[in-house]
């Protein structure tokens, strides 16, 4: 059975700019759970590690009452995001735009639609995340696995890795792309993270809380690149996370990409 515990290091920062991290001798293709156990285990000074199990948000119409209005916008936007590869509430959005009939309250209403995360988020110790990692963790039916940006470093307390989720499309292409916005937003290596249909990013840094909303604000001028809306829920929720875990719409189970050194 995996423990989990709360993690009685204080609230130190005594940080004067980020903690870099040795990077893991991973190599490309490594699923994202085994890349941080290595993370954890070649960084002696991380003690615990935060970890989040979700399930799935409710669909856009469970979130409000919508009128059929609010459908036929729907179906516009879906046809936007498809020809344009728009992020979905972007296409929304534009969809309501000019609308002389009636003004989109229900579509509006759920894009307020914010699904906690403190109640499912819980601490991993060191020992545990060496002994077995992060996949031995059990998940109820349908439940998703995410790795949080908080941890507990040795002598200096509760900091953060910046964490970043895109919108792009995998491709050669947006490959370079990423990796250019990378190497202006991260004072890092970067592990970049193949996420099924776009990709993720892991800062190897320690950060205070402080830097990493400085971090988030700065990665919003790069949407619609960035995920803009997981951008804005990670403020919300004061921390940020990336699933880890396949989950019942996106099955694939997010694996190292390709790394971005400073230098390089």
Known sequence: MTCFGTSSVPFVHSLKGPMHLKEPLKPVGTPVGEYLKALV??????????????????????RSA??????ERLVLALALRGRE?????????????????????GLLQAALFHQPMKSCRDLISRSTIVA????????????????????SI???GRLHLPLLDFHCRESPE????????CRLLFD???????????YHAYGLMAVTLDELRQFL??????APVVDRAYVAHQLIEGQCALRISPAPTKPFRPQVKFLVRLGS
Do not use: H
């Open 41 to 62: 285990e070649c960084n002696p000074r991380i003690l615990d590690v935060s970890i989040l199990t979700y399930r799935q948000p409710p669909p856009v119409e469970e």
């Open 66 to 71: 919508i009128s059929s209005a609010d459908v």
């Open 85 to 105: 590869g728009m992020p979905f509430w972007d296409a929304v959005m534009l969809s309501c735009f000019n609308n002389r009939n009636d003004t989109p309250e």
């Open 132 to 151: 077995g990692g992060f996949e031995q963790i059990a998940l109820s039916e349908g439940g998703i696995l995410a790795v949080g940006s908080e941890v």
């Open 154 to 156: 040795s002598d200096l």
């Open 174 to 181: 947006n490959d370079r792309l990423v990796e250019s916005v």
């Open 188 to 198: 890092c290596t970067v592990a970049i993270c193949r996420s099924g249909k776009s």
């Open 217 to 222: 604000y700065r990665a919003l001028l790069f």
